[in-house]
C-alpha cells in the first residue's frame, strides 16, 4: 500500500483506466452539498492567483484504488475502493474548464487540461478506454455522451439530460463561463488552469493487486477512527484564518483549545447515536445562528456555507462560538450537579435531558447568545416554562415526536422575528396556536384522561419517570413557586424508584374479591400512585414486603424518609395501603403534575384533524444511506437447507449471490432457494451467527423516521 498527496494533474495525468466497481452506488453528489462547495473554493484559489497572492493548496479529501493486473501492452487499470464519487465529479469539472476555455480562444491553454480527462489516441484499443475515468453501468451512458459533447452545445437538449453527470458538467460549465467573463480573460483562464490542476490535493491509497481491499476499505472506514464535524470545522476555521503561525496559535490557545479537554470530547447520546460533545455543540450553534435544521451529517458543509454566506472574519467568529460554547459549559455542568439549586435555565436543561430533548439545546443558545440583545430574565423564564410543559405534556400524552427538530427551528424563526424582550409572550402564542397531531400542546382534560390509568411505570424509562416524581416532590417542597418553606431541593438522580404495594404482591399482599380484584390489582399496582422515590438501600431492604408489622413498609417508610412524596404515603396507609389510595393519590399528582407545567387560561389543547400515519416505504438502500448498513456488507440466508449462504450489498442497495445481480431481498432469496416466493425481509440475517433478520433492522429505520432523524424513544 502507497499512500501519497497528489494533484488532479497528478493523478490523472498518466493514460490509465480508473474503474468503478459495478456494486457501487451509482453517481449521487448534488449541487447544494458538493458541486457549489466545489467550485467557491476552486473560485477562491484562482482569484486569489489572479491577484498574485499566496495561498496554500486545497485538500480534497482521500481516495483509495488498486491496481489490476493486465496484458502486457494495455492500457494500465485501477479499480477505485473508495472515492468515485470524488473522482467523477473532478472529471466533469475538468471536462467543463476545458471546453469553456476553449470556447474562450485559448486552445493551448485549454489542451493542458484535455490531456487529463482523455487517454491519447495511440493508447486506446478499444472505444472505452478514452477517459480516464470509467464510472458503473448505470452512469456509462451519461458520462459518455456529456464527456464527448463539444462545446458549445446545450446540456438539456442531449439524450441524458436528467442524469446528474449532465447536470453537474452543466454546473461546471456555467460558472467556469462566468469566471472567464470580464476583463483580462487569457490571465483568467490560466489562473483557472492552474488552479484545477495542480492548486488541489488528494491523499490517494494505492493497494497492490494481491492486497485485501475489502479488509483495507473497513480498516479505513469502519475500524478507524472518523474525523468528527469538530475536527474538520477546527481545520477549516484555522485554514482560513489570516494571520503568522504565532498569532494562529495563540487564537488556537485562547479560542478552540477548550475543545479538546474532556468534557467536550466526552460521547453525548442524541437517541441512540452518540457524537462528541463539541460536535453536538457546534451542530446546534449553527441551528441557532442560522435558524436552519442542520442534520449531523450537514454540519460542517453547512458551517462552511454559512461562514462563507455571512463574510464573518474567522478572526471575529472564534471568540462568539467560545463565548457560546462557555455558557453551554457552565449550564450543562450545574444542571448535572445533583444538590445545586438550580436556576430556571438549568434546570430546563436538566429536565430535557431527561427526555433525550437534545433538539431543545439551539434554543438555549439563542435565547443565551451573549452577541445578541439581551432578553429580561423574567421573559426568558417563561419561555423556557413555556417549551418545557408542551414537552412533558406531550410525553405524559404519549404524543408523536416526529418533526420535533423542524417545530423548534420554526419556532427560532418566528421569534426572531419578535420582540427579544418579549419573547416568553410569543412563545406562549406560538404553542398555542399549534393544533397539528405533531405540534399541538395538549390540555388538563387529556393530560388527565391518560395519566389517570397509565401504568407509567412501563410506559416510561427509568429516568424520565424519576424525574417527574422529582419534579412533583420539589413542587410540593415549594420550589415550583418560589415560595419555598424547605431547606433545598431534592437530590436529584440519586434516589430509586419503588411501587409501595408490591409488583409482585400476591407473596404478602393477600387480595380479597377474586379475579376481578385481581386484575385491577395488576393494573394499579403500576400507575403513578403506587409510585414513590427511596434511597437504593431503604428500597431493597423492603421492596417486596408486607405493608404491616415491625419490619414492614409502613413503619420503615415511617422512620426513613424526609421526602414529601413517601410522608403521603404513610398518611394515607395508616391503616392499609388499598386501590382506593392509589387512585386518590394518581389524581393528586396529576393535580401537581398539572400546576408544574401548566398551560394559559382556557387553553384546552386540540387537535384540529387526526392524521393517520403511513408505514414508510423501505428499500435496502435506505439503510445504506443510513449508515445501518454498509456497501460490501455480506448477509446470510436463515433457512436450515441454506443457512449461512451469503449474498452482499451494493452502494446501491442492489444485492450480488456470486457475480448475479438483483434488485430486492426477495428476489436475492429466490436465487438461493429457486423457490416461486420468499420472504426476503426475513429470509436474511445480518449476521452468520445471530438471529437479527433485515425486518429488525427496517424496524430500527422506521423508528427513527418517527423523529425526523434524531432516535428517541417514545415513552
Same mark, same amino acid.
Given at each position: 500500500m502507497i499512500t501519497q498527496v497528489k494533484t488532479p494533474r497528478e493523478v490523472f495525468y498518466q493514460p490509465q483506466r480508473l474503474m468503478v466497481p459495478l456494486f %457501487?452506488?451509482?453517481?449521487?453528489?448534488?449541487?447544494?452539498? %458538493?458541486?457549489?462547495?466545489?467550485?467557491? @473554493?476552486?473560485?477562491?484559489?484562482?482569484?486569489?492567483?489572479?491577484?498574485?497572492?499566496?495561498?496554500a493548496p486545497h485538500f480534497l479529501g482521500a481516495v483509495v484504488v488498486q491496481q489490476q493486473m493486465g496484458e502486457i501492452g494495455t492500457l494500465p487499470v485501477r479499480t477505485i475502493i473508495d472515492g468515485q464519487q470524488r473522482l467523477t465529479t473532478l472529471q466533469l469539472m475538468l471536462s467543463a474548464v476545458y471546453e469553456q476555455v476553449r470556447l474562450a480562444g485559448f486552445e493551448s491553454i485549454a489542451r493542458q487540461v484535455q490531456d487529463l480527462v482523455e487517454n491519447p489516441e495511440h493508447f486506446t484499443a478499444h472505444p472505452e478506454d478514452k477517459f480516464k475515468v470509467w464510472p458503473t453501468n448505470r452512469d456509462r451512458q451519461a458520462f459518455n455522451e456529456v464527456m464527448a459533447a463539444i462545446a458549445p452545445f446545450h446540456h438539456g437538449k442531449l439524450e441524458n439530460s436528467g442524469s446528474r453527470m449532465v447536470a453537474a458538467h452543466a454546473f461546471f460549465s456555467k460558472s467556469a463561463g462566468e469566471w472567464l467573463g470580464g476583463s483580462d480573460t487569457e490571465r483568467r483562464a490560466h489562473a483557472l488552469v492552474e488552479t484545477v490542476s495542480n492548486q488541489l490535493q488528494i491523499v490517494v491509497i494505492e493497494l497492490q493487486a494481491d492486497e485485501d481491499a475489502q479488509e483495507i476499505f473497513e480498516t479505513l472506514n469502519a475500524r478507524g477512527t472518523p474525523l468528527t464535524a469538530a475536527d474538520l470545522i477546527k481545520n477549516f476555521v484555522f485554514q482560513r484564518l489570516d494571520a503568522v503561525p504565532a498569532q494562529a496559535e495563540k487564537a488556537y490557545h485562547e479560542h478552540w483549545e477548550t475543545f479538546e479537554t474532556p468534557f467536550w470530547e466526552t460521547e453525548v447520546a442524541s437517541g441512540r447515536v452518540t457524537y462528541s460533545r463539541s460536535s453536538l455543540f457546534l451542530n446546534q450553534w449553527l441551528i441557532a445562528q442560522s435558524l436552519k435544521d442542520v442534520t449531523a451529517k450537514e454540519v460542517f458543509s453547512q458551517f462552511k456555507r454559512h461562514v462563507t454566506d455571512s463574510n464573518e472574519p474567522i478572526d471575529a467568529l472564534l471568540p462568539r462560538i467560545r463565548r457560546s460554547a462557555d455558557i453551554y459549559r457552565s449550564f450543562t455542568e450545574r444542571a448535572w450537579s445533583p444538590t445545586n439549586i438550580l436556576s430556571r435555565l438549568e434546570l430546563f436543561i436538566y429536565r430535557t435531558s431527561m427526555l433525550d430533548s437534545e433538539v431543545v439545546k439551539p434554543l438555549v443558545l439563542w435565547l443565551e447568545d451573549p452577541?445578541?440583545?439581551?432578553?429580561?430574565?423574567? %421573559?426568558?423564564?417563561?419561555?423556557?416554562?413555556?417549551?418545557?410543559?408542551?414537552?412533558?405534556? =406531550?410525553?405524559?400524552?404519549?404524543?408523536?415526536?416526529?418533526?420535533?427538530?423542524?417545530?423548534?427551528?420554526?419556532?427560532?424563526?418566528?421569534?426572531?422575528? %419578535?420582540?427579544?424582550?418579549?419573547?416568553?409572550?410569543?412563545?406562549?402564542?406560538?404553542?398555542?396556536?399549534?393544533?397539528?397531531?405533531?405540534?399541538?400542546?395538549?390540555?388538563?382534560?387529556?393530560?388527565?384522561?391518560?395519566?389517570?390509568?397509565?401504568?407509567?411505570?412501563?410506559?416510561?424509562? =427509568?429516568? =424520565?419517570? &424519576?424525574?417527574?416524581?422529582?419534579?412533583?416532590?420539589?413542587?410540593?417542597?415549594? #420550589?415550583?413557586?418560589? =415560595?419555598?418553606?424547605?431547606?433545598?431541593?431534592?437530590?436529584?438522580?440519586?434516589?430509586?424508584?419503588?411501587?409501595?404495594?408490591?409488583?409482585? #404482591?400476591?407473596?404478602? #399482599?393477600?387480595?380479597?374479591?377474586?379475579? @376481578?380484584?385481581?386484575? &385491577?390489582?395488576?393494573?394499579?399496582?403500576?400507575?403513578?400512585?403506587?409510585?414513590?422515590?427511596?434511597?437504593?438501600s431503604l428500597n431493597s431492604r423492603i421492596s417486596n414486603g408486607p405493608w404491616q408489622g415491625d419490619k414492614g413498609k409502613y413503619e420503615e417508610l415511617r422512620k426513613n424518609t424526609s421526602l414529601l412524596l413517601t410522608r403521603e404515603v404513610v398518611e394515607l396507609g395508616a391503616h392499609g395501603w388499598t386501590e382506593d389510595f392509589i387512585a386518590e393519590r394518581t389524581e393528586r399528582m396529576i393535580d401537581d403534575i398539572l400546576e408544574i407545567w401548566p398551560v394559559p387560561a382556557g387553553h384546552s389543547g386540540k387537535v384540529a384533524a387526526s392524521v393517520e400515519r403511513a408505514t414508510p416505504r423501505v428499500d435496502v438502500a435506505d439503510l445504506v444511506s443510513a449508515g445501518l448498513?454498509?456497501?460490501?456488507?455480506?448477509?446470510?440466508?436463515?433457512?436450515?437447507?441454506?443457512?449461512?449462504?451469503?449474498?452482499?450489498?451494493?452502494?446501491?442497495?442492489?444485492?450480488?449471490?456470486? @457475480?448475479?445481480?438483483?434488485?430486492?431481498?426477495?428476489?436475492?432469496?429466490?436465487?438461493?432457494?429457486?423457490?416461486?416466493?420468499?420472504?426476503?425481509?426475513?429470509? #436474511?440475517?445480518?449476521?452468520?451467527?445471530?438471529?437479527?433478520?433485515?425486518?429488525?433492522?427496517?424496524?430500527?429505520?422506521?423508528?427513527?423516521?418517527?423523529?425526523?432523524?434524531?432516535?428517541?424513544?417514545?415513552?
Amino acid at each position: 500500500m502507497i499512500t501519497q498527496v497528489k494533484t488532479p494533474r497528478e493523478v490523472f495525468y498518466q493514460p490509465q483506466r480508473l474503474m468503478v466497481p459495478l456494486f %457501487q452506488r451509482p453517481y449521487v453528489w448534488g449541487e447544494e452539498g %458538493q458541486w457549489a462547495p466545489l467550485w467557491e @473554493d476552486v473560485q477562491r484559489l484562482a482569484a486569489r492567483r489572479v491577484n498574485f497572492e499566496v495561498h496554500a493548496p486545497h485538500f480534497l479529501g482521500a481516495v483509495v484504488v488498486q491496481q489490476q493486473m493486465g496484458e502486457i501492452g494495455t492500457l494500465p487499470v485501477r479499480t477505485i475502493i473508495d472515492g468515485q464519487q470524488r473522482l467523477t465529479t473532478l472529471q466533469l469539472m475538468l471536462s467543463a474548464v476545458y471546453e469553456q476555455v476553449r470556447l474562450a480562444g485559448f486552445e493551448s491553454i485549454a489542451r493542458q487540461v484535455q490531456d487529463l480527462v482523455e487517454n491519447p489516441e495511440h493508447f486506446t484499443a478499444h472505444p472505452e478506454d478514452k477517459f480516464k475515468v470509467w464510472p458503473t453501468n448505470r452512469d456509462r451512458q451519461a458520462f459518455n455522451e456529456v464527456m464527448a459533447a463539444i462545446a458549445p452545445f446545450h446540456h438539456g437538449k442531449l439524450e441524458n439530460s436528467g442524469s446528474r453527470m449532465v447536470a453537474a458538467h452543466a454546473f461546471f460549465s456555467k460558472s467556469a463561463g462566468e469566471w472567464l467573463g470580464g476583463s483580462d480573460t487569457e490571465r483568467r483562464a490560466h489562473a483557472l488552469v492552474e488552479t484545477v490542476s495542480n492548486q488541489l490535493q488528494i491523499v490517494v491509497i494505492e493497494l497492490q493487486a494481491d492486497e485485501d481491499a475489502q479488509e483495507i476499505f473497513e480498516t479505513l472506514n469502519a475500524r478507524g477512527t472518523p474525523l468528527t464535524a469538530a475536527d474538520l470545522i477546527k481545520n477549516f476555521v484555522f485554514q482560513r484564518l489570516d494571520a503568522v503561525p504565532a498569532q494562529a496559535e495563540k487564537a488556537y490557545h485562547e479560542h478552540w483549545e477548550t475543545f479538546e479537554t474532556p468534557f467536550w470530547e466526552t460521547e453525548v447520546a442524541s437517541g441512540r447515536v452518540t457524537y462528541s460533545r463539541s460536535s453536538l455543540f457546534l451542530n446546534q450553534w449553527l441551528i441557532a445562528q442560522s435558524l436552519k435544521d442542520v442534520t449531523a451529517k450537514e454540519v460542517f458543509s453547512q458551517f462552511k456555507r454559512h461562514v462563507t454566506d455571512s463574510n464573518e472574519p474567522i478572526d471575529a467568529l472564534l471568540p462568539r462560538i467560545r463565548r457560546s460554547a462557555d455558557i453551554y459549559r457552565s449550564f450543562t455542568e450545574r444542571a448535572w450537579s445533583p444538590t445545586n439549586i438550580l436556576s430556571r435555565l438549568e434546570l430546563f436543561i436538566y429536565r430535557t435531558s431527561m427526555l433525550d430533548s437534545e433538539v431543545v439545546k439551539p434554543l438555549v443558545l439563542w435565547l443565551e447568545d451573549p452577541d445578541r440583545s439581551p432578553i429580561p430574565p423574567e %421573559q426568558r423564564d417563561r419561555c423556557l416554562a413555556t417549551v418545557e410543559s408542551w414537552l412533558i405534556r =406531550r410525553t405524559c400524552v404519549r404524543a408523536s415526536t416526529k418533526a420535533y427538530n423542524r417545530i423548534l427551528v420554526d419556532l427560532l424563526n418566528y421569534l426572531s422575528q %419578535q420582540p427579544r424582550e418579549s419573547v416568553g409572550e410569543f412563545t406562549e402564542k406560538y404553542f398555542i396556536t399549534q393544533d397539528g397531531p405533531n405540534d399541538y400542546w395538549p390540555g388538563d382534560a387529556e393530560v388527565r384522561r391518560e395519566l389517570t390509568d397509565m401504568p407509567i411505570y412501563k410506559r416510561f424509562r =427509568r429516568g =424520565r419517570l &424519576r424525574m417527574l416524581l422529582e419534579s412533583i416532590e420539589d413542587h410540593r417542597r415549594g #420550589w415550583t413557586s418560589g =415560595r419555598s418553606m424547605h431547606e433545598q431541593p431534592v437530590i436529584r438522580g440519586t434516589t430509586t424508584i419503588e411501587h409501595v404495594m408490591p409488583q409482585e #404482591w400476591s407473596l404478602n #399482599w393477600p387480595a380479597e374479591g377474586g379475579e @376481578d380484584h385481581s386484575n &385491577r390489582r395488576d393494573a394499579l399496582v403500576q400507575t403513578l400512585g403506587n409510585l414513590t422515590l427511596l434511597t437504593q438501600s431503604l428500597n431493597s431492604r423492603i421492596s417486596n414486603g408486607p405493608w404491616q408489622g415491625d419490619k414492614g413498609k409502613y413503619e420503615e417508610l415511617r422512620k426513613n424518609t424526609s421526602l414529601l412524596l413517601t410522608r403521603e404515603v404513610v398518611e394515607l396507609g395508616a391503616h392499609g395501603w388499598t386501590e382506593d389510595f392509589i387512585a386518590e393519590r394518581t389524581e393528586r399528582m396529576i393535580d401537581d403534575i398539572l400546576e408544574i407545567w401548566p398551560v394559559p387560561a382556557g387553553h384546552s389543547g386540540k387537535v384540529a384533524a387526526s392524521v393517520e400515519r403511513a408505514t414508510p416505504r423501505v428499500d435496502v438502500a435506505d439503510l445504506v444511506s443510513a449508515g445501518l448498513l454498509r456497501p460490501g456488507q455480506s448477509l446470510f440466508a436463515r433457512v436450515q437447507a441454506h443457512r449461512g449462504k451469503p449474498c452482499q450489498v451494493s452502494e446501491d442497495g442492489s444485492l450480488y449471490v456470486g @457475480d448475479r445481480r438483483y434488485d430486492t431481498l426477495s428476489a436475492a432469496a429466490r436465487g438461493i432457494t429457486g423457490a416461486q416466493s420468499e420472504a426476503g425481509w426475513w429470509f #436474511w440475517l445480518i449476521d452468520a451467527e445471530g438471529d437479527k433478520s433485515m425486518s429488525d433492522l427496517r424496524q430500527e429505520f422506521v423508528e427513527s423516521l418517527a423523529v425526523g432523524g434524531e432516535l428517541v424513544d417514545v415513552p
